[in-house]
Every structure is written in structure tokens, then in C-alpha cells.
């Protein structure tokens, strides 16, 4: 998609007119496993808890492909 490592791209899952805003974190290098990764955060205070982490796992998979 043409960005560069550690941008993210905000985007828009739309399924019969329910969007649902998500992150797009590119690979650092283009790869071809066949394969993604979709993290889901948890809903109410865990969210909180948990954001830091999620955004560094996004990161590090990103980073290695």
C-alpha cells in the first residue's frame, strides 16, 4: 500500500452499513506467507488495560512482516 514502516492507515470495514473503524499497520517488508493478523480489542475498562499493549503488538507483527 505504499507506506512507509510505522505508519498506520486508519480505514473502514463497512458490512451492509455497519462500518467498523479499524488500524492498518503495513509489513515492513512485502512477504508473501499468505497470512494476517486481526486483533480485536476487549470491550469496557480492559480496553484501557490493554490498548498499549495491543499497539505494541501491531507494531512488532508489522515489523516482522
Known amino acids: 500500500m505504499g507506506f512507509a514502516e510505522g505508519q498506520i492507515e486508519p480505514i473502514y470495514f463497512d458490512r451492509q ?5 479499524g488500524c492498518y499497520h503495513a509489513p515492513a517488508h512485502v512477504s508473501m506467507r499468505g497470512c494476517a493478523a486481526l486483533l480485536c480489542y476487549p470491550i469496557g475498562h480492559e480496553y484501557l488495560q490493554f490498548h498499549r499493549s495491543y499497539r505494541q503488538l501491531a507494531r512488532h507483527l508489522a515489523a516482522s512482516g
Open 17 to 21: 452499513g455497519h462500518p467498523l473503524f
